[in-house]
């Protein structure tokens, strides 16, 4: 289920927290599943009880488990983290903002690298270079002037 890198600098709840919202966002634990309990996930990856508790409470402040009292810990059902993570991205843009302002990087500049970072993303047309047609799809686009 999860691996630790134990020359990785980073604390081991941080790696865990981090591989389980990676096995959440990709469907690998669904949603309302019920979690280890703190005590086994700690013996199965020995590891001390507080860094998987720790690691718990991240993903739970992230929105991505609740914990019911005397039941343990349950995965949220997606629109519920999706928001969660939407917002805290959502204030990580504004930290990120404020610091390019206090380093005086213009605001046009820091637009420019946005769309430059924004659109080299998934995007078709960053891909292809070209057009697409009403669905989107610049494969269809380039059937349509085959024909």
């Known amino acids: 289920m ?3 890198d134990y020359r990785d600098k980073r604390p081991l709840y941080e790696q865990m927290a981090e591989k389980l919202e990676r096995l959440i966002v990709n469907g690998g634990l669904e949603p309302l ?8 996930l700690a013996m199965e990856l020995s590891v001390n009880p507080n860094t998987v508790q720790r690691a718990y409470a991240q993903l739970e402040q992230d ?13 949220t059902v997606q629109e519920e983290w999706r928001e969660s ?11 990120v903002t404020g610091q390019a302002r206090e ?5 046009e500049r820091l637009m ?15 891909k292809c ?3 697409s047609n009403a669905d989107g799809s610049a494969a269809a686009a380039a059937q349509e002037g085959v024909k």
Do not use: C, D, H, K
Request: glycine share 20%; hydrophobic share 35%; proline share 3%.
């Open 2 to 4: 999860i691996v630790l």
């Open 33 to 40: 599943t019920r979690m280890p309990s703190v005590r086994s």
């Open 63 to 75: 929105g991505y488990l609740y914990t019911v009292s005397g039941r343990g810990s349950f995965v």
């Open 85 to 95: 993570r939407q917002n805290r991205i959502w204030q990580e843009w504004r930290a």
């Open 103 to 107: 380093a005086g990087i213009p605001g």
């Open 112 to 126: 420019a690298g946005i769309r430059e970072i924004y659109g080299s993303g998934s995007g078709v047309e960053g």
């Open 129 to 131: 270079g070209g057009e």
